[in-house]
């Protein structure tokens, strides 16, 4: 089994909220970039819970939508501070109350905190359910409750991490590696177009 694990360097529950907010439309990668200095600048959640988002926004501007991610880390360590102590819930209800976390951001803090057991749902879990056939839904909490009915929820974490492990190193949305894939002999590759023949020329654009 390979060593499936989040991509996001964090040492804190604050640190992983924050990154996690800022890995929406951007690469883990790109994200871990960022984050040493932003999170010296912002040691603990009144540090931005004091700050304005022009604070925060020189930090993560690399990062898409910096300003609403700005915004909401901002408003969500108020909320922190104002309603849990500064510290960072386990609870994915209580998570998904704060500004700019949704669902799957939630379910991702809360699994690796040790917190409520979720299977969350992102771009890759959603691809790769649908064509290895685990689910015939687009909306992502119905590929969850799917994904869930599928295994323990002792094992959803590992699921989670699975199915994004493989979705972004073999998996991929556009030209999936079906020839290296481990599993291509039980994949019914829903959804994933069929190899032109080799040699087969291509359409001009």
């Known amino acids: 089994m390979p060593e499936a694990r989040i991509e996001l360097d964090y040492r804190t529950p604050l640190e992983l909220l924050v990154a996690v907010i800022l890995s929406a439309q951007c690469t883990d990668k790109r994200v871990n970039l960022v984050t040493p200095a932003l999170f010296q600048r912002f040691p603990d959640a009144r540090a931005y819970a004091g700050a304005q988002p022009q604070d925060v926004e020189p930090y993560i501007q690399t990062c898409g939508l910096y300003r609403a991610k700005a915004k909401n880390i901002v408003l969500a360590a108020q909320a922190l501070v104002r309603e849990h102590g500064a510290e960072v819930p386990h609870s994915r209800q209580a998570l998904e109350q704060l500004p700019g ?29 649908n064509r290895l056939g685990f689910t015939r839904h687009a909306h992502p909490d119905k590929v969850e409750l799917d994904l869930q009915a599928l295994l323990p929820s002792e094992r959803w974490m590992m699921g989670h991490q699975l199915l994004v492990w493989h979705g972004r190193r073999t998996c991929f949305a556009r030209a999936p590696a079906c020839e290296r894939c481990t599993v291509a002999g039980l994949c019914p590759k829903r959804g994933v177009a069929k190899a032109k023949p080799e040699g087969a020329s291509r359409a001009r654009t």
Do not use: N, Q, S
Request: aromatic share 4%; proline share 3%; glycine share 14%.
């Open 101 to 129: 976390v949704g669902r799957k951001t939630a379910g991702v803090v809360c699994i690796h905190l040790g917190g409520d057991t979720a299977f969350p749902v992102d771009t890759h879990v959603k691809r790769l359910a």
